[in-house]
């Protein structure tokens, strides 16, 4: 059994900025890929953020510049650093990682961003 387990959500002032961690544990070593998805009330599910190994990442457009993500892989975790904190970004954030063509999620952080 597989878990990813999120944390770091909470309440931010516009511009703050926020850390999400998403840690696995169960029975596995590595992701091949690890990201992060978003969906606020009323919108579909979105990608944010995708760590595909090798250093190489994807962002959404309207987050490029402002957020990070990053993995320890030793720690089979991943990292979503978020900049400039701006109302929009207000969703729930939901980690997911893939291996072996098997897809797992997180039970989703809230990122409420509001003055």
């Known amino acids: 059994q597989v878990q990813l387990v999120e944390s770091g959500g909470g309440l931010v002032q516009p511009g703050g900025s926020l850390r999400l961690s998403c840690a696995a544990s169960g029975s596995i070593s590595s992701f091949d890929v690890m990201g992060w998805y978003r969906q606020a009330p009323g919108k579909q599910r979105e990608l944010v953020a995708v760590?595909?190994?090798?250093?190489?990442?994807n962002y959404k457009d309207s987050v490029k510049g402002r957020f990070h993500i990053f993995r320890d892989n030793a720690k089979i975790t991943v990292y979503l650093q978020m900049s400039s904190l701006k109302s929009e970004d207000t969703a729930v954030y939901y980690c997911y990682a893939t291996t072996w063509g098997a897809n797992y999620w997180g039970q989703g952080t809230q990122v409420t961003v509001s003055s």
């Open positions: 760590n595909l190994g090798g250093g190489r990442t």
